[in-house]
């Protein structure tokens, strides 16, 4: 243990006994001869009694915007303006956000400039989001000049009055299908259209199949992409999860792919299937491992059958 926290231990030590008394006084004096206003700041959120005053000085000497924004925002009746100064004075972004978030009588313009002056696109997305009053237009400027579609997609997603359109445009020039997608499924009141057609110009399989799950995509235009590329796993997804799939069609891809496993999968998985087909795929490559697993799926598809018949409500 070092000498500051003994300093700490012993100050709480003598509190519980005597309470603020001369001694603790004395203990108190030399942490603010010490100027250390990580220890001032220990000292003040521990003891009511402290002499806020004193601490709060050594806090802003130091200029350090953490200590600053931490000590307003636990100490009663600290300046919050002249603590705010200090933060402000330091131009950083991250305790700019911090000081405007959770000290109460903060100036949210003034700490919100010292972020959009930053051209930090995370604290300017953070403090849109999070800080009452925000300007979020300037911290909008900021997102959109980035041109970062991971960041516009967010931006539009969380702030109620972003430019969608503008944001929608930095998603569409990306050609990330993670965020195409993402804005489509998460941001309300987009036009789908150039959106799905984005996404189908990435030629990202899984993405095109995630994205006809989304209200208002053409299903059957996607369906018939996943077919033309005669992937029989992106097949069993689709049939398995898309409403209105072509069961059959898509099965018929599956089997002409001659892949055990997914003819295995797509007879017990789905609904519908044609498995007497899938089986003969099987018995046409021979792969008797896969025709062996084929009889242990026919029986769980059997027994699922037994088991919803049973279930069924009798007329």
């Not at 969608?164 to 020039?173: E, I």
């Amino acid at each position: 243990m070092d000498k500051k926290e003994k300093l700490i231990k012993r100050s709480k030590m003598i509190y519980r006994n005597f309470g603020m008394c001369n001694m603790l006084k004395k203990i108190e004096q030399k942490i603010i001869d010490m100027n250390d206003p990580q220890l001032s700041l220990k000292f003040s959120k521990l003891f009511a009694e402290a002499d806020i005053q004193k601490h709060a000085q050594v806090i802003l000497n130091s200029g350090a915007p953490d200590i600053n924004t931490q000590f307003a925002y636990a100490i009663s009746g600290a300046d919050v303006e002249a603590h705010g100064q200090v933060v402000l004075d330091s131009k950083d972004p991250q305790w700019n956000y911090k000081f405007a978030l959770k000290v109460p009588g903060a100036n949210v313009l003034k700490h919100g400039k010292v972020v959009e002056e930053s051209n930090d696109i995370f604290y300017n997305f953070e403090f849109a989001r999070d800080v009452k009053d925000a300007d979020t237009k300037s911290h909008e400027k900021v997102v959109l000049e980035h041109k970062n579609a991971e960041y516009s997609y967010l931006f539009a997603a969380y702030i109620p009055d972003a430019d969608k359109n503008a944001h929608c445009n930095v998603v569409l020039n990306s050609k990330n299908p993670k965020h195409i997608y993402n804005f489509a499924l998460y941001v309300k009141g987009v036009d789908i259209k150039p959106l799905q057609q984005a996404i189908i110009e990435t030629h990202n399989l899984d993405y095109i199949c995630f994205f006809a799950k989304i209200k208002g995509a053409d299903t059957k235009l996607l369906e018939k992409i996943v077919i033309e590329r005669k992937d029989p796993r992106c097949c069993l997804w689709f049939a398995k999860n898309i409403p209105d799939a072509d069961i059959l069609t898509l099965g018929k891809v599956v089997q002409e792919s001659k892949a055990p496993i997914w003819n295995l999968e797509y007879a017990y998985q789905i609904e519908g299937a044609d498995i007497e087909a899938h089986y003969n795929t099987l018995l046409e490559i021979k792969d008797f491992y896969a025709i062996n697993q084929f009889k242990k799926v026919r029986q769980k598809i059997d027994d699922k059958k037994q088991e919803k018949e049973e279930n069924s409500p009798e007329l």
